[in-house]
């Protein structure tokens, strides 16, 4: 079955300066890449996806490349602020209908102000 | 802005005592998943339903959890008894394959004293 390893697993960063969390996934056939970010006692909450046929996708200051080649995918948030700390979540799925999503460990970020 | 609910959000009980956790979809999505969090574990999938049937509950232990859809738009999980090792945030999902988007419930707390 599909394993997906996230790095690092807490990332501390200036405010003002990028963050890139990163992700390798194992099955081949994964073709669907969502990130979530969870702050402190709320509910993870899907930030940006990206499926196999798009190499990178960018909303604002965040932004997710895929390599579908060397099976990784990263997030990078650019201009990081305070209200950007949190864990940061990515998972795989293939879409065959009747698989869940694979989440890796998480990232927790921190943005010192 | 549909939402994933779940109630309680906290609940307190004592060692041996049944909990029932309710989890009430998005209207419309078809596809329930039921994941534990500890900070040790991380997101830990524990069964997921389609359609209300069971697809897969392996990360569940038999002996004491089960997960029901008595109807489409509410879900179950049940523990019983319960023992402090089951301490932990409880999320349910929804979403509506073939996207792959899934979207989370507030959590409920668990404390087992």
């Known amino acids: 079955g599909e394993n997906v390893e996230q790095h690092p697993s807490t990332l501390s960063v200036q405010e003002g300066d990028s963050a890139v969390i990163k992700c390798t996934y194992s099955?081949?056939?994964?073709?669907?890449f969502p990130w979530y970010k969870q702050e402190l006692g709320k509910r993870p909450q899907l930030i940006i996806d990206?499926?196999?046929?798009?190499g990178e996708k960018k909303d604002q200051r965040i932004a997710v490349t895929l390599n579908k080649t060397a099976k990784h995918f990263s997030l990078h948030i650019t201009e990081t602020q305070p209200e950007d700390s949190a864990v940061y979540f990515c998972?795989?799925?293939?879409?065959?209908?009747?698989?869940?999503?694979?989440f890796g460990k998480g990232t927790r970020l921190s943005v010192i102000a | 802005d549909a939402r994933v609910t779940q109630t309680p959000r906290h609940k307190v009980t004592e060692m041996g005592q049944e909990v029932t956790m309710r989890c009430q979809p998005i209207?419309?999505?078809?596809?329930v998943f039921w994941y534990r969090q500890t900070m040790m574990q991380g997101l830990e999938l524990l069964a997921y339903?389609?359609?209300?049937?069971?697809?897969?509950d392996s990360g569940m232990p038999k002996d004491r959890f089960s997960a029901e859809m008595p109807d489409a738009t509410l879900a179950t999980l049940k523990i019983q008894p319960s023992e402090p090792r089951d301490s932990a945030v409880y999320f349910c999902?929804?979403?509506?394959?073939?996207?792959?988007?899934?979207?989370f419930g507030p959590g409920t707390r668990l404390t087992v004293l």
């Open positions: 998972a795989a799925l293939r879409n065959s209908g009747n698989t869940p999503l694979v």
């Open positions: 999902a929804s979403g509506f394959p073939p996207g792959g988007m899934q979207y």
């Open positions: 209207l419309g999505h078809n596809t």
């Open positions: 339903f389609r359609n209300r049937a069971p697809l897969d």
């Open positions: 990206i499926r196999s046929n798009v």
């Open positions: 099955d081949s056939a994964s073709n669907y």
